[in-house]
Each structure stands twice: as structure tokens, then as C-alpha cells.
């Protein structure tokens, strides 16, 4: 029974404290910029105050918008639910069923920042999922099975294009900017921009713990040696950290950058690749 | 000829292909009843029903036939009625010009068979594949490469492998939907099993260069053709690119299979080949639907140009349904069967890489790479084509008085889509009879150790790495979002909804023009992929005044750079000398009386001579 309990229990501190990693990430940010800035508790007053406001819904919207927010969310936990030792390459799937769902749904109330969004949104994520699944081939490479093993040169590596994939795949800088609401600029939150109440906190919610998901794969790639919930919390701090600096340090790129900045990803994953062959 | 013999195959491999074309032309059948019907005049109908008919039992000969030259006889039978299909609306140019290429290079493709059919009976002397069998196994190598290379290059274009696929895109949307949806379903999969059975089947794959240059083809016709489906705006047109896509895929599957049957991976080798034939069944399923949808949105609203739909969903929401659950199909998103067989087809490249050395590790991986990005393309295109057709508001007078396709269209659509889903949950049923299938062409008998129940159970074994439960995803998904839905509504009650007008930054009464266009959409895919595609734009503002534009002409074209780097200088090629041979036909009865003679005399000279 302890053994079924455990995944449990894990999941749901995982979902959880998802928006207290953007918290503390939103507070690295401010300190280093020498700002004050909000708590880090302030992810879950906003779903709060979200859950119980009234949602505005586009008259020109179908089901597909407003059965978008619960299809995401149950994704992205199916997903994390996959984490501990699971099938790794059904999880990108995954991912991408709730992606899909969150791209038609911002076609659905005929905005053109939806449009724009989503046109954005699948343009990048189809060109990080080969990245991601040669870090998974990678991994499974290494230990010989889809599970997730010990630290060498070639799992550094993974690591490396995995945080350049997790910067694109959580909306951050360089590649997107979740604070910004201009319409050159902006992905994930073009897509979003017509949610509002409820569907709005659900989709929040989702992203976090997307986020969560992608920071516990990298975790679980460095230093595997110690596997104490202690040390992985540091990892995760160190990672939270590591996101913050790049967002202070490095400008936005161009939209048509991302190509050259994943093909970057995907050369360090292929190159973890061959470390593996050559056994280091 | 002599001792042209019917006799049938009778082993699961053809029995497998008669049920998947069955399963298809049922629902098209039903379909086509109230899609042609008030269209044309009635005799008319009926030659084009009997056609469709007789094309599908010429496909089932096709795939049972053992007798070479009869399976050669069935194939030019099913390549002239589908190209009668073709010209269906005669009336419409594009037609003619579609049939006239779909003409040509299944022509060309039978002129290879034909080659390596007849280089078969040279050398073994027999026309039952069955008593070819046993006597080409001690044919050398060489000759066996060159009727690997025939063989693949004609079936290779009848299958649309790329870069002998530019007929499919022209042909497959000019016949009426539901014959386009058993060619893009089933015909094109008869050359996957002409390849399975006089390649695999036959010949075996006694070089590893077989099974990587199968793989290669595969990872550029898929890519191919998903990126040239992302700049397609015709939704027909777009779905036909997509069956090259899937050719790719199905491919991988079969590549990686005599890749590894070769290095003596005998049981990965049925695994690899049971994940090519499943994602042959999904594909023949979730593609015909998606014809057929399109056959009904072309029903409803007499264009199948995206650019000028939207907002379908509203009033055909049953087509829309049916279509999303295709479209879910195709770009492999759980729970439809899609998502099973890609899924099972990048487990096995995983574990090829895992199993094999040196180079082929690295193809593998490059492969599994490539076929992650046909994934994440697929879905990107169908976003558009689902987003675009279906949701936001119609853009044009057509998509506004859509209304729902009887319900007989429906029916079809519905049992394909019902399909989908069960064909993904049902995976380990499904695939024990496609491992069964497989192991009569590799030629090795499933390993008995092995159950595909350990894929798809709901918690690993010991021993067992890889695992995916497709009925435990949807269990999944489906409690926690309905378990969140009721966590919501308890604490912090029902959501209060009110209907209001989409954001427009306080300029008042968007119209649909101001919505995202398909255009638009793929425009990072064509920038970012313009070394491949080659875009060319032209915009013109027609100006009031100085300052005023009162509208703008925006046009962009790609480039097809496969018809205009290989086909066309072969097709000027022809030309030119066709002008040559011009002038030696001048008009004049005494030159032409003068090749009499002067042919007389050579062939006097030659009797003599002999």
C-alpha cells in the first residue's frame, strides 16, 4: 500500500507547491533588480482571487474554450503523474495534447492575439519536441531503460539542453517574456489573453506545474547520487535561481531566433548523445 | 501466358490488408450516397459508384492474388479506375491535369515493377511468389539489390514516397471525398504491401542498406510531407501532403524491421514491423474520417479553401466533432490511436538505438528526432486546419449558412471517429494480431516470451521498461479533470459566466476580417523553414493618398522545389527533343518516301547479313 501511497503524495506536493516555485522565482528576480516586489505566496493569492471572480466569455466561442482549461490541467497532471519512473516519451504527449487543446481554444473567440499566440505557441513547441525527446533517448540511452540515472559528462549535457528546452517550453525569456502584455512580444500569454475567472486560474495553475514537471526532469538528471527530498529541493532552488538570472541577464530574441536558439538545444542534446556512446 | 492461375493468399498478412480495406470503404460507401447525391446527373452516378466499387474489389485482388503477373494485372486495374476517379468532374482543368500526372507516374511506377517482375521469372521461372520464394533465397546479392531498387521505386510511387510523391497532392483532392479518402486510406497502403511482400517477404532484407535507406526515405517523406501540409491552405490538399507524412511514418516502422531483422534483432524486428502496420490501420482510419469531413465541409459550403471558412462548429457540430477527433488522431494526441502506434514507432527506434552499434545507433536517433518533429509539425498544421475551418467566425458569406450534412454522412463519419478511440485503447488486443502479421514476414515466428500485454500494462513489470496504458491515461484525464471540475464547484461554486465580446482593444465591432488567417498562421513555419521552401511574397497597396491605403494586395507562393529541380528539366529534356525529332518531319511526302527506301535498304542489308 506504501508503495502506491508514495506516487500519490508525490503528485500532489508537486502540484501544490507549482506556484510557489514561480513565486520564488518572481522574488530571485526582484532582489537581484534590487526591488521589493510581491511575496512569494502571491501565485496562490491570484488563483484565489481568480477562482471566485466572474468569467467573461467571447460570444463567438464553442465548447472547445471553455472545456480547454480542464483538458490542459488534466494533461499536465497526467503528465507529472508519469514522472517518477515513468514512460518518459508518452509524457511529451502528453504535453502536446494539452498544447493543442490551449491552441484551439485561442483560434476559438476570433482574436487576433489568440491567432498570433497560438501560431507562436505550436510554431515553438514543434521545434522543441525533437530536442526533448533526444534528451529522453539520451537518458534512456544511459541507464538502458526509460527511467532517470546517474550523473556523468553526457547527463551535464542533457541537463544543459534541457534547461535551454524548459526556458522556451515555460514561457520565459529569452524565447518568451510572461510579464510583458505587448502584442509583438508575447506567446503564452497572447493565448490566454481572452481567459478570465476561473478558466483563467485553471490555465495559471497548469502552467506551473508544467513548469514544476520540467524542473524536477532536470533535477532528476544532476547528481542523482543523493536522492534525499532535502537535496532535491536545493537542486530545484539552484535551478529556480538559474531561471531567474537568465531572465535579468538575456534580452528577448526575435521569434525567428528561437529556430537557431533550439538548434542549439538539439546540437547539445545530440552531442550528450554521443557522450553516452563514447561512455563518458 | 501461359497457366495465368487465381489462386489466393491465405496468411494474415493479406488478411490484414482485406480487413483494413474493408473497414474504410464500408463507411465510404455509405458515405458517398448522400454526398453525390442532387450533384449529378444519374447516369452518372451510377458509372461513378460502379467505378468506385469495382475500384475497391480490383484493391482487395490486389492484396490477395498470389500469381505475379495477375497481382501486375489487378494493380493497372486499380491504377485506371482510381485515374477514371480522378476525372470524376472532368469539367473542373485541374482534374485533367491531375489525372493526366497521377497517369504518368503510376505508369512509371508499374514500368519498374513490371522490370523486376519479369527479371523474377528470368530468374527463377515461376509466377506463384510462393514457388519464387524458396528460389530466389540463393540469388546473389547484386541481382537482389537491383530488384530491391526496382521494387521500391514502384511501389515507392504509388506509396508517394518522396521524391516520387508530387502526383499525390494533385490527384488525391480532385476525386469526390470519399474515393479520395480510400486513396489516401487504402490504395496508397496496397504499395506498402507490395513492398512487405515482394521485398521483405520475398527477398528478405539481406543488406543493412536496405533497411537504412527505407529509413532515410521515410524521415525525408515525412518531413517533406508535413512542412509542404503546413503552407497548404486547400484543406484537401492539405490532407493529401499528410498521407505523405504517414507513408514516412508507416515506413519507419517497416525500415527499422528489416534494419533489424538484418542485424539479427529478430523479436525487436516483429515489434518494429507490428508498430509500421498499426500505424498503417490508424492511418487508413483517422484519414479517411478526415476526408470524409472534408468531403462534408465541401458539402456544406462549396469550397474547401480554409481561408474562407470558420465557424463551422457552430452549425455543423457533429462534422466538427468527428473532425477534431481525426485531427487528434493524426498529430498522436492520447487517448486515439494515433498517439499508440507513433508512440510504439519511437519506442522501438529508442530501443534499435539502444540495441544496435556505431552508425545505425546514430540513424536511429536521427530518425526518432525526425519523427518527433514530423509529431510536433503534424499537430501544428492540424491546429491550423481544425482552428482555422471550424472555429472563430466564418469568413465568408458560404461558412455563415453552413448547415449540419445529413445524417447518413454522419453515421460514417461517427464510426470511423468511434474507431479512433477504440483502436488507442484497445492496444495490446490490436497489436497481438499485428505481431502475428509481422512474423509472416520476417519470417520469424513471435517470440513466444514476449506478450503486448507487458506494452500496455498499468503498472511495469519487473523486467519490463517500457509501459503505456492507454486505457489508464484516459482514466486519468478524465478524473482529474472531472475531480478539479468538482473541487472548483464545491469550494468555490458554480463559475459565474457571462457572454461578452472578444477583447479589441476598445476599437469597437471586430469583423472577421480581423482574425488570424491560415496565412498567417504558418508564416513562422514558412520563414523558418524558406531554405526548404522556398517563399516568394508580393504586396501591393493600392494608396487612395499619400497617406491612406485603401487595400493591399498580399500574395505568397512556395516554391516546389521537387517538380522544379527534378521533374522539370526532365520534363524540358522531353521536349527539346521532341523539337529535334520535329525537324526531321518536315511535311514533305518526298523525304518521307525517301525513309522508305532508305529503311528498305538497312533492313535488306540486315536479313543479309543474318
Redesign the interface.
Same mark, same amino acid.
Given at each position: 500500500m506504501t508503495t502506491n501511497l508514495y506516487p500519490m503524495t508525490q503528485l500532489i506536493l508537486l502540484i501544490v507547491l507549482a506556484p510557489l516555485v514561480s513565486g520564488i522565482i518572481t522574488k530571485i528576480k526582484n532582489n537581484l533588480r534590487l526591488r521589493k516586489g510581491p511575496g512569494i505566496f502571491q501565485p496562490y493569492y491570484n488563483l484565489a482571487k481568480y477562482?471566485?471572480k466572474?468569467?467573461?466569455?467571447?460570444?463567438?466561442a464553442?465548447?472547445?474554450f471553455r472545456a480547454a482549461p480542464?483538458?490542459v490541467?488534466?494533461?499536465t497532471?497526467?503528465a507529472a503523474?508519469l514522472l517518477p519512473?515513468g514512460?518518459l516519451?508518452?509524457l511529451? %504527449?502528453?504535453l502536446? !495534447?494539452g498544447?493543442?487543446f490551449l491552441? +484551439?481554444a485561442s $483560434?476559438?473567440?476570433?482574436?487576433?492575439? &489568440?491567432?498570433?499566440g497560438?501560431?507562436?505557441e505550436? %510554431?515553438i513547441?514543434? !521545434?522543441?519536441?525533437?530536442v526533448?525527446? +533526444?534528451v529522453i $533517448?539520451g537518458i534512456?540511452?544511459s541507464a &538502458?531503460?526509460?527511467?532517470v540515472r546517474p550523473m556523468t559528462f553526457s547527463a551535464g549535457l542533457a541537463a544543459i539542453a534541457l534547461f535551454l528546452v524548459t526556458l522556451a517550453e515555460t514561457g520565459r525569456i529569452p524565447v518568451d517574456n510572461q510579464e510583458t502584455h505587448l502584442e509583438l512580444t508575447m506567446v503564452h500569454e497572447a493565448m490566454v489573453?481572452?481567459y478570465s475567472?476561473?478558466?483563467l486560474a485553471?490555465l495559471e495553475l497548469s502552467a506551473y506545474i508544467k513548469q514544476l514537471v520540467f524542473f524536477t526532469l532536470i533535477a532528476s538528471l544532476l547528481f542523482t547520487a543523493q536522492a534525499s527530498i532535502l537535496f532535491f529541493i536545493i537542486k530545484l532552488a539552484g535551478i529556480a535561481t538559474a531561471v531567474a538570472a537568465v531572465e535579468l541577464l538575456v534580452a528577448k530574441m526575435r521569434?525567428?531566433r528561437v529556430?537557431d536558439y533550439l538548434a542549439f538545444a538539439?546540437i547539445i542534446a545530440?552531442l550528450s548523445?554521443?557522450a553516452i556512446?563514447l561512455g563518458v | 501466358m501461359p497457366g495465368l492461375e487465381f489462386s489466393f493468399f491465405n496468411d494474415p498478412l493479406s488478411w490484414f490488408f482485406v480487413a483494413v480495406i474493408l473497414t474504410l470503404a464500408i463507411p465510404s460507401l455509405l458515405f458517398s450516397y448522400e454526398y453525390l447525391k442532387g450533384k449529378y446527373s444519374a447516369r452518372k452516378l451510377i458509372l461513378g459508384q460502379a467505378a468506385t466499387f469495382a475500384f475497391v474489389i480490383a484493391m482487395l485482388l490486389v492484396v490477395t492474388v498470389r500469381h505475379i503477373f495477375v497481382f501486375l494485372i489487378f494493380w493497372e486495374l486499380m491504377s485506371l479506375l482510381s485515374y477514371f476517379l480522378i476525372l470524376f468532374e472532368k469539367e473542373n482543368e485541374r482534374s485533367v491535369l491531375a489525372g493526366t500526372i497521377y497517369l504518368v507516374m503510376t505508369h512509371v511506377g508499374t514500368a519498374f515493377l513490371a522490370a523486376a517482375f519479369f527479371l523474377i521469372y528470368k530468374y527463377t521461372g515461376a509466377w506463384d511468389i510462393l514457388a519464387v520464394k524458396p528460389a530466389l533465397a540463393s540469388l546473389p546479392l547484386a541481382q537482389k539489390n537491383l530488384l530491391f531498387i526496382f521494387l521500391l521505386a514502384g511501389f515507392g510511387a504509388k506509396a508517394g514516397i518522396v521524391p516520387l510523391h508530387i502526383w499525390l497532392p494533385y490527384a488525391h483532392p480532385q476525386a469526390p471525398s470519399h474515393v479520395s479518402s480510400l486513396m489516401s486510406g487504402v490504395m496508397i497502403k496496397t504499395a506498402i504491401y507490395g513492398m512487405l511482400r515482394f521485398i521483405f517477404f520475398l527477398l528478405g532484407a539481406p543488406a543493412p542498406w536496405w533497411g537504412a535507406l527505407i529509413l532515410v526515405l521515410a524521415a525525408v517523406s515525412s518531413l517533406v510531407g508535413v512542412l509542404y501540409a503546413l503552407i497548404e491552405h486547400d484543406l484537401k490538399t492539405l490532407l493529401a501532403y499528410h498521407s505523405v507524412e504517414n507513408i514516412g511514418i508507416i515506413l519507419f516502422g517497416v525500415g527499422a524491421a528489416m534494419l533489424f531483422s538484418q542485424t539479427g534483432l529478430t523479436a525487436l524486428s516483429v515489434l518494429a514491423l507490428a508498430a509500421g502496420l498499426y500505424h498503417l490501420v490508424n492511418h487508413a482510419i483517422f484519414k479517411g474520417l478526415l476526408f470524409l469531413g472534408a468531403g462534408s465541409v465541401y458539402k456544406a459550403t462549396g469550397t474547401r479553401d480554409i481561408e474562407k471558412l470558420g465557424g463551422l462548429i457552430h452549425n455543423m457540430p457533429w462534422t466538427a466533432l468527428f473532425f477534431l477527433v481525426g485531427a487528434m488522431s493524426i498529430s498522436a494526441l492520447p487517448p486515439f490511436n494515433g498517439f499508440v502506434s507513433e508512440w510504439l514507432t519511437m519506442v522501438v527506434l529508442f530501443l534499435g538505438a539502444m540495441s544496435l552499434a556505431g552508425g545505425l545507433k546514430i540513424l536511429l536517433a536521427l530518425c526518432a528526432a525526425a519523427l518527433a518533429l514530423t509529431g510536433g509539425l503534424a499537430a501544428a498544421c492540424f491546429v491550423k486546419a481544425f482552428g482555422i475551418t471550424f472555429l472563430a467566425r466564418p469568413r465568408s458569406h458560404k461558412a455563415e449558412l453552413a448547415k449540419e450534412v445529413p445524417i447518413s454522412m454522419n453515421l460514417a463519419s461517427g464510426f470511423l471517429a468511434l474507431l479512433c478511440l477504440l483502436l488507442g485503447l484497445g492496444a495490446p488486443l490490436v497489436l497481438k494480431p499485428l505481431m502475428a502479421v509481422a512474423g509472416t514476414v520476417t519470417g520469424a515466428p513471435v517470440p513466444a516470451s514476449f506478450s503486448p500485454v507487458d506494452l500496455f500494462v498499468f503498472t511495469p513489470q519487473p523486467g519490463s521498461v517500457i509501459h503505456l496504458s492507454p486505457v489508464l491515461i484516459l482514466i486519468l484525464l478524465a478524473a482529474i479533470g472531472g475531480a478539479a471540475f468538482l473541487l472548483f464547484n464545491l469550494v468555490w461554486g458554480r463559475s459565474k459566466q457571462t457572454v461578452g465580446q472578444t477583447w479589441d482593444c476598445g476599437y469597437y465591432r471586430l469583423t472577421p476580417v480581423n482574425e488570424y488567417t491560415a496565412t498567417a498562421f504558418s508564416k513562422p513555419f514558412r520563414i523558418a523553414f524558406s531554405f526548404f521552401l522556398q517563399p516568394y511574397r508580393k504586396i501591393q497597396a493600392y494608396k487612395e493618398s499619400h497617406y491612406h491605403i485603401r487595400s493591399l494586395a498580399y500574395e505568397t507562393r512556395t516554391k516546389k522545389i521537387f517538380g522544379e529541380f527534378l521533374y522539370a528539366p526532365f520534363v524540358g529534356l522531353l521536349f527539346n527533343s521532341g523539337k529535334l525529332f520535329r525537324k526531321a518531319q518536315p511535311g514533305s511526302i518526298h523525304l518521307y518516301l525517301g525513309y522508305i527506301f532508305a529503311t528498305l535498304i538497312v533492313l535488306l542489308l540486315f536479313v543479309r547479313n543474318i
Open positions: 477562482l471566485a466572474e468569467e467573461i466569455i467571447s460570444e463567438h464553442s465548447w472547445i480542464y483538458i490541467l488534466s494533461a497532471v497526467t503523474a519512473a514512460d516519451i508518452a511529451v %504527449f502528453l502536446a !495534447l498544447r493543442f491552441a +484551439l $483560434l476559438d473567440p476570433a482574436s487576433a492575439f &489568440g491567432g498570433m497560438s501560431s507562436r505550436m %510554431f513547441s514543434s !521545434l522543441v519536441e525533437p526533448l525527446l +533526444l $533517448l534512456s540511452l &538502458g531503460t526509460f527511467g489573453l481572452e475567472g476561473r478558466s485553471i521569434l525567428f529556430v538539439g545530440f548523445m554521443i556512446m | -
